[in-house]
C-alpha cells in the first residue's frame, strides 16, 4: 500500500528559488513582476522591499501557489511548486494582516482548524505550547473578532507556526502594531528563526524592521529587483545611514552620484 | 530537525495520505461547526424556511382536498412529499453554496488556499456541510408534517432514502455551478446562491408530472434528476412501486452533472488562481 512520492525535493535546496518570474494580470497589461529570479537560502530571513505595487504581494502570491506566474519557475523547499505545491504547502506557512481569521471562532478553535488543515501531530499539545510562547493562553477561548490589532498579531503568528513550518511567509507582520507590540514581534521572530533555522521572507514597509531582521534585502520597483544586498551592504553602497533613505533613494530613482554630498 | 511536520520520506503510505485527507476535510467541517456553535439565529435559520414551507403547505392541501379533516389523502401525500423531499435538494446547494460564501465573508479564503487542502478535500468538507445543513434543517419539518397533518415521509417505503441520496447529489452539482459562479465573478454572484434552485422548480415536476409540461420542455424536465425523483415518488405513493427505470436515471443524471459541474469548478478554480482572484475574492 505504498506509492512513490512525485519530485523528490533535493537535499539542501535552497529555502526559496525563483527563477526568471513574470506575472501579468492580463495579455496587454504591464508586468506586475517581471524576470524576477533569486534563490534564498534555508536559515535566513530575507526581505522584500518596495513601495505600493512594487510586486511585493505578487511575489508573495506566487510563492504560495495562489497565483501562478505568467512565466518562470518556483520552487520551495526543493518542491517544484507547479507540479507539487501541497508537499511545500503542507511544510510552509503564511501570515498577513490583511487575510483574516474567522472572527466568530474562538482562537482555540482557529488555531484547532489550521493543526487539522496541516495534518498536525498532537495538536491539543502545540496549541498549549504556542499559547504559551506567543502569551495567547488567556485569550483561548475568546472569540477572534474580539481582539486587539496586537492580540490578532500574535494570533495570526501562532496560526501561521501551528505547523512547525520549515518556510515562513509574512506580508508586513507588524502592520498597523504600536511601537511596543512591533518590538515585541520583532524580537520573538528573531528568536524563533535563532532556535529552529526557520527560513523566513518578509515583506514590510517598516525599514527599521527589515534592517534588524534580515541578513539580505530585494529591493523591487515596478515588479522588478532593482538593488539587493545585506542591509549594510546597501547603506555603505548608497552612502546613507538607514534603510529608508536608501529606500526613498531607490523610489525616487536617485543614484548616489546625484545625491548631494 | 522537525519530524512532526510530516514532510515526505521517499515513500508515502497511501493509508497516511488518506487519513490526513479525512483530517483536513474535518478541519473543514469543524470550522462550520464551530461557527454554528456560536451563532443560534444560523441554527435557527436552518429550520425556519422549511418549516415555515411545511406549515403554508400543508394547509394549502388541506383546502385543497376539501376534506380538512382526512389530509391524510393520496393528493395531500403528492404534494407534502414533493415539498419535503424539494426542501432536501435546495437545502443541499444552499449548505454547499453558503459554507463557500462563509469563507469569502470572514475573509479566510486566502488562509484555506494557502494550507495543504486540496481542491477536492475543499469540495468533499463543503458536501459534507450540506449534509450536516439538510439533516438539521429538513427533520423538524418531516417532524411538523407528522404531527400537523400525520404525513409520514417514510410511508413510501425505503426507497426513500435513495430519493434523499438523488436529491443531494443534484443539490451538489448545481452548488458546484454556483461555487464556480462565485469564483468567477466574486462575491457579486452570491446572489445565485438562494435563487438559482429555485429557478429550476417549474421544469422539476415538484407537484405535477412531467407530462403536464409542454412538449418541448419535457426533455429540459427529463435532463434533471429531479423530475425522476418526483416522477418516482409519486408512483410510490399513488401505486406502491418502485420506479426503479426513474431511480437508475436520476443517479445517472447526478453522475454527469456532477462530472459537468465538477470540471467546470476545476477549471474556474484554476482561472482564479491565474487572474489573482482568490486573493480578493470578496471584493
Same mark, same amino acid.
Given at each position: 500500500?505504498?506509492?512513490? =512520492?512525485?519530485?523528490?525535493?533535493?537535499?539542501?535546496?535552497?529555502?526559496?528559488?525563483?527563477?526568471?518570474?513574470?506575472?501579468?494580470?492580463?495579455?496587454?497589461?504591464?508586468?506586475?513582476?517581471?524576470?524576477?529570479? $533569486?534563490?534564498?537560502?534555508?536559515?535566513?530571513?530575507?526581505?522584500?522591499?518596495?513601495?505600493?505595487? #512594487?510586486?511585493?504581494?505578487?511575489?508573495?502570491?506566487?510563492?504560495?501557489? /495562489?497565483? =501562478?506566474?505568467?512565466?518562470?519557475?518556483?520552487?520551495?523547499?526543493?518542491?517544484?511548486?507547479?507540479?507539487?505545491? $501541497?508537499? #511545500?504547502?503542507?511544510?510552509?506557512?503564511? &501570515?498577513?494582516?490583511?487575510? #483574516?481569521?474567522?472572527?466568530?471562532?474562538?482562537?482555540?478553535?482557529?488555531?484547532?482548524?489550521?493543526?487539522?488543515?496541516?495534518?498536525?501531530?498532537?495538536?491539543?499539545?502545540?496549541?498549549?505550547?504556542?499559547? #504559551?510562547?506567543?502569551?495567547?493562553?488567556? /485569550?483561548?477561548?475568546?472569540?477572534?473578532?474580539?481582539?486587539?490589532?496586537?492580540?490578532?498579531?500574535?494570533?495570526?503568528?501562532?496560526?501561521?507556526?501551528?505547523?512547525?513550518?520549515?518556510?515562513?511567509?509574512?506580508?508586513?507582520?507588524?502592520?498597523?502594531?504600536?511601537?511596543?507590540?512591533?518590538?515585541?514581534?520583532?524580537?520573538?521572530?528573531?528568536?524563533?528563526?535563532?532556535?529552529?533555522?526557520? &527560513?523566513?521572507? /518578509?515583506?514590510?514597509?517598516?525599514?527599521?524592521?527589515?534592517?534588524?531582521?534580515?541578513?539580505?534585502?530585494?529591493?523591487?520597483?515596478?515588479?522588478?529587483?532593482?538593488?539587493?544586498?545585506?542591509?549594510? &551592504?546597501?547603506?555603505?553602497?548608497?552612502?546613507?545611514?538607514?534603510?529608508?533613505?536608501? $529606500?526613498?533613494?531607490?523610489?525616487?530613482?536617485?543614484?548616489?552620484?546625484?545625491?548631494?554630498? | 530537525?522537525?519530524?512532526?511536520?510530516?514532510?515526505?520520506?521517499?515513500?508515502?503510505?497511501?493509508?497516511?495520505? !488518506?487519513?490526513?485527507?479525512?483530517?483536513?476535510?474535518?478541519?473543514?467541517?469543524?470550522?462550520?461547526?464551530?461557527?454554528?456553535?456560536?451563532?443560534?439565529?444560523?441554527?435557527?435559520?436552518?429550520?425556519?424556511?422549511?418549516?415555515?414551507?411545511?406549515?403554508?403547505?400543508?394547509?394549502?392541501?388541506?383546502?385543497?382536498? !376539501?376534506?380538512?379533516?382526512?389530509?391524510? %389523502?393520496?393528493?395531500?401525500?403528492?404534494?407534502?412529499?414533493?415539498?419535503?423531499?424539494?426542501?432536501?435538494?435546495?437545502?443541499?446547494?444552499?449548505?454547499?453554496?453558503? %459554507?463557500?460564501?462563509?469563507?469569502?465573508? %470572514?475573509?479566510?479564503?486566502?488562509?484555506?488556499?494557502?494550507?495543504?487542502?486540496?481542491?477536492?478535500?475543499?469540495?468533499?468538507?463543503?458536501?459534507? +456541510?450540506?449534509?450536516?445543513?439538510?439533516?438539521?434543517?429538513?427533520?423538524?419539518?418531516?417532524?411538523?408534517?407528522?404531527?400537523?397533518?400525520?404525513?409520514?415521509?417514510?410511508?413510501?417505503?425505503?426507497?426513500?432514502?435513495?430519493?434523499?441520496?438523488?436529491?443531494?447529489?443534484?443539490?451538489?452539482?448545481?452548488?458546484?455551478?454556483?461555487?464556480?459562479?462565485?469564483?468567477?465573478?466574486?462575491?457579486?454572484?452570491?446572489?445565485?446562491?438562494?435563487?438559482?434552485?429555485?429557478?429550476?422548480?417549474?421544469?422539476?415536476?415538484?407537484?405535477?408530472?412531467?407530462?403536464?409540461?409542454?412538449?418541448?420542455?419535457?426533455?429540459?424536465?427529463?435532463?434533471?434528476?429531479?423530475?425522476?425523483?418526483?416522477?418516482?415518488?409519486?408512483?410510490?405513493?399513488?401505486?406502491?412501486?418502485?420506479?426503479?427505470?426513474?431511480?437508475?436515471?436520476?443517479?445517472?443524471?447526478?453522475?454527469?452533472?456532477?462530472?459537468?459541474?465538477?470540471?467546470?469548478? +476545476?477549471?474556474?478554480?484554476?482561472?482564479?488562481?491565474?487572474? !489573482?482572484?482568490?486573493?480578493?475574492?470578496?471584493?
Amino acid at each position: 500500500m505504498t506509492k512513490p =512520492v512525485p519530485a523528490q525535493p533535493a537535499a539542501g535546496a535552497p529555502a526559496i528559488l525563483a527563477d526568471h518570474l513574470t506575472k501579468r494580470y492580463a495579455p496587454d497589461a504591464p508586468p506586475a513582476v517581471e524576470d524576477l529570479s $533569486f534563490a534564498m537560502p534555508r536559515g535566513a530571513t530575507w526581505g522584500l522591499l518596495g513601495g505600493n505595487g #512594487a510586486g511585493k504581494t505578487t511575489t508573495i502570491a506566487m510563492l504560495l501557489g /495562489l497565483l =501562478v506566474p505568467s512565466a518562470g519557475r518556483i520552487t520551495c523547499l526543493g518542491h517544484d511548486m507547479a507540479r507539487n505545491r $501541497f508537499a #511545500a504547502l503542507a511544510r510552509m506557512n503564511f &501570515s498577513s494582516p490583511y487575510i #483574516a481569521l474567522p472572527s466568530r471562532l474562538s482562537v482555540g478553535e482557529n488555531l484547532r482548524v489550521y493543526a487539522h488543515l496541516y495534518d498536525v501531530p498532537l495538536a491539543e499539545k502545540r496549541i498549549a505550547e504556542l499559547a #504559551a510562547q506567543l502569551q495567547l493562553t488567556e /485569550l483561548l477561548d475568546r472569540p477572534a473578532g474580539q481582539l486587539s490589532a496586537g492580540q490578532k498579531t500574535r494570533v495570526a503568528l501562532a496560526k501561521a507556526l501551528v505547523n512547525r513550518p520549515e518556510l515562513l511567509l509574512l506580508d508586513e507582520p507588524t502592520a498597523s502594531l504600536d511601537p511596543d507590540t512591533g518590538d515585541w514581534v520583532r524580537s520573538w521572530l528573531e528568536r524563533y528563526r535563532a532556535e529552529t533555522g526557520c &527560513s523566513i521572507l /518578509l515583506a514590510s514597509h517598516n525599514m527599521g524592521e527589515v534592517e534588524r531582521l534580515c541578513a539580505h534585502v530585494l529591493m523591487l520597483k515596478q515588479g522588478q529587483v532593482v538593488d539587493q544586498g545585506s542591509p549594510a &551592504s546597501l547603506l555603505e553602497k548608497y552612502g546613507r545611514d538607514d534603510l529608508e533613505e536608501v $529606500f526613498l533613494d531607490i523610489a525616487r530613482g536617485r543614484r548616489r552620484e546625484e545625491m548631494p554630498a | 530537525m522537525r519530524p512532526e511536520t510530516g514532510q515526505a520520506t521517499g515513500q508515502t503510505s497511501l493509508l497516511d495520505e !488518506g487519513r490526513a485527507a479525512l483530517r483536513r476535510i474535518w478541519g473543514l467541517v469543524y470550522r462550520h461547526l464551530a461557527l454554528y456553535r456560536r451563532s443560534w439565529p444560523r441554527v435557527l435559520e436552518l429550520m425556519y424556511w422549511p418549516v415555515l414551507q411545511m406549515i403554508v403547505w400543508g394547509f394549502v392541501t388541506a383546502y385543497l382536498a !376539501g376534506v380538512q379533516n382526512d389530509v391524510t %389523502s393520496v393528493a395531500a401525500g403528492v404534494l407534502l412529499g414533493g415539498v419535503l423531499l424539494w426542501e432536501v435538494a435546495l437545502r443541499s446547494q444552499m449548505g454547499f453554496s453558503i %459554507s463557500f460564501l462563509e469563507e469569502i465573508w %470572514s475573509r479566510n479564503l486566502g488562509h484555506v488556499f494557502v494550507s495543504p487542502l486540496r481542491p477536492r478535500e475543499l469540495v468533499a468538507g463543503l458536501m459534507a +456541510m450540506s449534509v450536516i445543513r439538510v439533516i438539521v434543517g429538513v427533520t423538524p419539518a418531516v417532524l411538523l408534517a407528522w404531527l400537523l397533518y400525520a404525513f409520514g415521509l417514510f410511508a413510501m417505503g425505503p426507497v426513500v432514502v435513495a430519493f434523499f441520496a438523488a436529491l443531494l447529489m443534484m443539490g451538489w452539482a448545481v452548488a458546484l455551478g454556483v461555487t464556480s459562479l462565485l469564483l468567477r465573478y466574486g462575491a457579486g454572484a452570491e446572489a445565485l446562491a438562494w435563487s438559482v434552485l429555485f429557478g429550476l422548480t417549474p421544469v422539476a415536476a415538484v407537484f405535477y408530472p412531467v407530462a403536464i409540461l409542454p412538449a418541448w420542455l419535457q426533455p429540459v424536465a427529463l435532463a434533471l434528476p429531479a423530475a425522476h425523483v418526483f416522477e418516482g415518488m409519486r408512483m410510490a405513493l399513488l401505486q406502491h412501486q418502485i420506479a426503479w427505470g426513474h431511480l437508475l436515471a436520476a443517479f445517472l443524471l447526478d453522475a454527469l452533472w456532477l462530472a459537468v459541474m465538477g470540471w467546470i469548478f +476545476m477549471r474556474q478554480f484554476q482561472g482564479a488562481r491565474v487572474r !489573482g482572484a482568490l486573493l480578493n475574492i470578496g471584493e
